[in-house]
């Protein structure tokens, strides 16, 4: 299936990380030219180091009793190489060793850096064997992520994710490109709504995403003033494939 996509994005592809050793330096540069880097990887990938690793407990930290109760095995598993994939790209953020950074949670389950890392935001997606980290030194950062052959209705989920405009565009598309389009919307307004803090708390049919003439992805309508709360100008957003296998979308909000 085709990944509707614009034509021109502000935001680089994500950086492809196989395990712990990196490599970091492209993710330190990236950080150090744009503010923000945002990192994916598989699980299987980072598992054996992350399970080997004697400093697997410490550095899971608070999230250790979760690790252990989690029932599934690939769910434990997956759960493991996520926060240490988050720790070691925020380590890189922060130029810091990766044992000495705090991961706690705020509204929603939201992972936040505490301590010497709270002047970093974080944001973690995956789907499948993918896990996508966004960190950004500049202000937020959402990320989020879909299979591109998710197999999802159409039907059912417009009225969950498109405003009253967004629908209407979906209906004139040709039935084959109307799954992808509605991916690429699922995943900016999760990334977006992420971003502010407020994850499922806000309605997506509220707020609405299109191109400008650049090719660029701009918010285009707020049905009330919550979702009205940003101006549009001042986020950045992109949807890359990744792997040709994930819908991977990104918003970030430069601080003034």
Known sequence: ????RPAAEALEA???VPGPEGPWDEVGDRLDDAGRAVVCTTWGQWLT????????????????PRFRQT???????????SRF????TAATALDVPVDTLDLGYGPG????????GSGVEVSLA??????????????????DAEPVDRDISVGLLRGHVCTAQEGAVLDALPEDERRARLLWLWTLKEAYTKALGHGGRRRFSTFGFGLDGGGRVVLTEAADAQAAEP???EWSFATHLVQDRYVVSEAHRPRP
């Open 231 to 233: 101006v549009a100008g």
């Open 1 to 4: 299936m085709a990944l509707t």
């Open 126 to 143: 995956h789907t499948g064997e993918l896990i996508v980290v966004g960190v950004s030194r500049t202000g937020p950062i959402g990320v």
């Open 109 to 116: 389950g939201r992972p936040v850096l505490r301590g010497q």
């Open 85 to 88: 994939v988050v720790k070691y």
């Open 14 to 16: 994500p950086l492809y």
């Open 49 to 64: 180091a992350v399970l080997l690793d004697p400093a697997l407990r410490p550095l899971l930290g608070e999230d250790w």
């Open 71 to 81: 029932p599934a095995a690939a769910g434990r598993m997956r759960f493991a190489v």
